[in-house]
């Protein structure tokens, strides 16, 4: 006689009976403790694989921070020894882009417009407010429809400086350019005849005539002496000859021809000086400081219907206050900078 199985002997064939038949018919189930490790590898392999993805993300994300921090600080052109990296020449790229022009082609652009600049500042060059305004206008009305483009504002001044340059320089007359100031001391008020003009009396009256000479004799001296003693600047010297009713023309005060020439780069120096004989003196003692005394002539009539001839009518003198800038030296200076352009 056999003795009867432990309580857990019977459970134990009872769990392995159980199994098998759910295993006969696909009900197979894993215990309770191996579905908990399971649950727990696959969290680790979730936080492991977050991990995994969140470094890669981060390291992509440096790589293409510092990528676009190398393009920013990118040289793009250097000029006498100066880095122009890609953020200075940003907003004239982006505009020259926007209106049409490929990134190399307008990278260049700005490059020789730098170039333009850099001559103009080493040479204490402007082209003068006059010109730039007109050449900024012009290039707003070309670009009306851009104004609001991205760089348009930095691009219009810089652009403008350079077309008004070269607007000066097509008007010069010539290589050389000086500038300075012409004093002129009329002495022609009972000489030239003119049909709306009758002086106060003694037209052609020889006496009259040289009274008026010898006036304008002695303030030419004087004034000759003051500036060469550097007792008066030119600009008093100047003022005081316009404001002389005995040295204008007409005794009408301002009108003196005294003036100023080559600080205008809107017209030519020559063109700022009336008389083409005070022209010509310059450009024969353009290295003397301070011209000597000369008499100038007008050709005119002495009477309504006379012949005319030529008369001494002024005396004049110069003071040179050095060369202007001449398209020749700009451009000699523009083109001997220390400039190489990158890309």
Known sequence: MSLPDKPERITNRLNRKIIAEDTRRGKFSIPIKNIKSGKRLFLVLIVVTLTILGSLGLYLFARTSNHQKSDENKVVFKIEGREYRQTDVFPYVAFLIAIGKKEPEAKKEVFDMFKYKVTATKLNYSPGDSLIKQAREDLTNTYSEQKHSTGYKDWLELASFVNASDNAFRLQQSNKSYKGYSYIFWFGQHISYTSDY???????????????????????DYYHKQLLEEKMTADQVLSEIKKDPKLCYQYTID?????????????????????????????????????????????????????????????????????GVSKSQFFDTLNSLDAVFIG
Do not use: C, M
């Open 198 to 220: 009758t002086p106060p009396g003694g037209y052609g009256d020889k006496s009259l005539i040289e009274q008026d000479k010898n006036y304008a004799k002695q303030r030419a």
């Open 255 to 323: 009108a003196n021809l005294s003036t100023k020439y080559g600080y205008d780069p809107s017209t030519s120096w020559q063109d700022q000086i009336f008389y083409s004989s005070v022209v010509d003196y310059v450009s024969e003692h353009s290295s003397k400081p301070l011209g000597d005394i000369q008499t100038g002539k007008i050709t005119t009539t002495t009477e309504a219907g006379a012949t005319p001839t030529e008369q001494d009518a002024y005396y004049y003198f110069i003071k040179n206050e050095g060369n």
